[in-house]
Every structure is written in structure tokens, then in C-alpha cells.
């Protein structure tokens, strides 16, 4: 009885110390210059397989980023009312997928195989323009973030000439994200596209601010608000 006592109230311990250590965390990310389409804030963390749907609407695809994990799978659904190519080629990682032509109602499913803590494009062959953001990390701690502003913009007022009449969407400089459950102890990872990861460290205070900067110049700045 004494054992099965002391083992529920170490149990009971762990899980209050677990508790009190995690954390959320409050941020911004603000670009000056150079802002992407898309990007993605993480930290260490458990992760299960998940499913991901990439669908495409009025010959835009439904989001800017998609965030899967080792051993997922993806779905390249086509709902629209047109045909559309999905394809990607990343020759960093040795990525290559194509899903032919889809028409209407089609899809196309991929195993998530290929290298982690990495961001890929995803383009239409059939659709110039089209764009957006598959990214496989080994944690379910993230926030994706969608720098794209929810109106579109005409061709004809953005002075576009693509072959298709499509709308494009212009891009905000700051977007908001929010981390909960978290281990302050762990680092933080920000991921642009064609940039190599940057490693934040959470150690110091409570409210920081680090800079973008890949080696050419400060574009922008990360502020985090870490609350326990």
C-alpha cells in the first residue's frame, strides 16, 4: 500500500513540476524589408503523424504554408473548378514530387519521406504564380505564419502579366504568433523560405527582442513576451 502510495504521489510531483515549468510564449514578427509569403516559429516538442489537405480555390491555393511531420501524409486534393499540375522541386534536399494533372475532385497522396526542418515550394505548372509552403518538422510545438493579406489585388492594378486571371494578395509586415506548453529551457527556430534556420535562445529575459538577420543585413526583428 505504501509503494503504491509513494508511486501516485511521484506521479502527482512530475506532473506538478511539469506545470509550473511550461510556458507560453507571446511574440511578433516584424519584417522592414525582405518580407516572405510565409514562415514558421517551433520548438522542441512531441509529435504524432498528422494528415495534410492541400487544396486549391480560384486558382490560388487555400493557404500560404502547410506544416506536416516525419512518417505523415499529404494529401494534393483538387476541389477547384479547373484542372491544376501540383509539383515541387527542391534540389537542397533532394525533393521531387509532381502529381500530374488533377482534374476536378481528384487527388494525390504523399508519404511525408524527406528532410526535416525544411521548407519547401509548392507551385502549379498549369498556373503561373501560384504559390505556397509545405513544411516537415519534428514537433507539434509550432505556429505557422501567413504573411499574406486576406484581399486580393486585381491583376490589372498590380500590373501583373501572367498567362492565367488570377488575383494576387499583397504581403503585411508583422504577423502575430502565440507558443503554449511550452519548455522555456528548449531553444526557439524560425524558418523563411531559402534561409537557413535561425536559433533562438530563451534563456535570458522574460521580453526580448531578437533580429532577423542571415549575415547581409538586419530585415526585421522577432519580440517574445514568455509567460509561466
Known sequence: MRIVIHIKTLVLLLFLSKSICAASIFGTVTFKESTPMAGVIYTEGNFEPNSV???QVKRNFE???YVTHPGSKVTF?????IRHNIFTRNISIDFKFNSGLLETGESVVKSVDWEVNSMTRIACFVHEGMEAYLVNIPTSKYEALDFTMPEFISKKRFKYSGRTPRSLR???SSVNFVLNDIDPSNSLYF??????ILKLDLSGDKEQSFDI?????VIGSIDINLKQ
Request: hydrophobic share 30%; charged share 20%; net charge negative.
Open 170 to 172: 499583397p504581403l503585411q
Open 191 to 196: 524558418m523563411i523560405p531559402y534561409k537557413p
Open 77 to 81: 486534393m483538387n476541389t477547384d473548378n
Open 213 to 217: 538577420n542571415y549575415g547581409d543585413g
Open 53 to 55: 489537405v492541400i487544396d
Open 63 to 65: 493557404k500560404a504554408v
